[in-house]
């Protein structure tokens, strides 16, 4: 199993979360984004620079993820698309998006742009809470233990 970051907006504490566990369990761990990123040095860590480009993150590790690799991602396109080649995907708030989930939240960007263009003001997502934090390493942490590591 390799874990994936869509690195891009992935907030620094949940990276931090993940860098200790690629440690703690010596699973491989790569952050795309189209940044260049600092990691620690790590034999377990690394992170891939792709070109600037409209999805093109998105696109590399679709790519790159076999079935059985968990991803790191806010992205509701993205992680619908890991659902179908049998990757799991984790949202940086602690939620695991299934094949159900997916599909109600699908709808939502369209719904939200509607609002928007009627002349609604909608506030993007509030920041990160402890919380979300602790919810993100309590997930993480069950989905490796069922996973036997």
């Given at each position: 199993m390799h874990i994936w970051v869509d690195a891009d907006a992935c907030p620094a504490v949940i990276?931090?979360?993940?860098?200790?566990?690629?440690?703690?369990?010596?699973?491989?761990?790569?952050?795309?984004?189209?940044?260049?990123?600092?990691?620690?040095?790590?034999?377990?860590?690394?992170?891939r620079q792709v070109p600037k480009g409209f999805d093109v993150a998105d696109?590399?590790?679709i790519n790159e993820v076999a079935a059985g690799d968990l991803v790191i991602t806010a992205d509701i396109p993205l992680a619908a698309a890991l659902i179908e080649q049998g990757a799991f995907a984790l949202s940086p708030r602690g939620e695991f998006y299934s094949a159900d989930t997916i599909r109600e939240r699908l709808g939502m960007p369209d719904f939200m742009e509607g609002l928007r263009g009627a002349g609604v003001d909608i506030a993007g997502p509030p920041a990160l809470s402890q919380a979300d934090r602790q919810a993100f390493a309590r997930q993480l942490d069950r989905f490796l233990a069922r996973r036997g590591r």
């Open positions: 990276k931090d979360i993940l860098f200790r566990v690629a440690e703690r369990t010596k699973l491989p761990l790569t952050l795309v984004a189209n940044r260049l990123l600092r990691v620690p040095p790590s034999p377990y860590i690394r992170s696109r590399h590790i």
